[in-house]
């Protein structure tokens, strides 16, 4: 199993930034997935889920209606899309298999709002 975050960086309050993973090792088509991130000094917060079918998307209630999560099975690649980013959204990204919490993660991708 193999999962590679990018996209991450550092963008201004009210800036966007897409985040990707890029997924191997595992029949990623037909498996659920999701994003999840850690502040620092803070636990592992769910942020987001995908079906295999890409047709359920629930989110965390401070990031619907900003973040889009949304996934390529042709490519095994799943995207995060956040627009309207606060500081508070500030964390490492992971993405995971299944709920990201206690499944495999990749190694994450640093996201710093601030101006």
């Known amino acids: 199993v193999q999962l590679v975050e990018s996209g991450g960086g550092l963008v201004q309050p009210g800036g966007s930034l897409r985040l990707s993973c890029a997924a191997s090792g595992f029949p990623f088509s037909t498996t659920y997935m999701s994003w999840v991130r850690q502040a620092p000094g803070l636990g592992l917060e769910w942020v987001s889920s995908?079906?295999?079918?890409?047709?359920?998307?629930p989110y965390r209630a401070s990031v619907k209606g900003r973040f889009t999560i949304s996934r390529d099975n042709a490519k095994n690649t799943m995207y995060l899309q956040m627009n309207s980013l606060k500081s508070e959204d500030t964390a490492l990204y992971y993405c995971a298999i299944g709920t990201g919490i206690n499944t495999p993660r990749g190694q994450g991708t640093q996201v710093t709002v601030s101006s």
């Open positions: 995908i079906t295999s079918d890409g047709r359920t998307t």
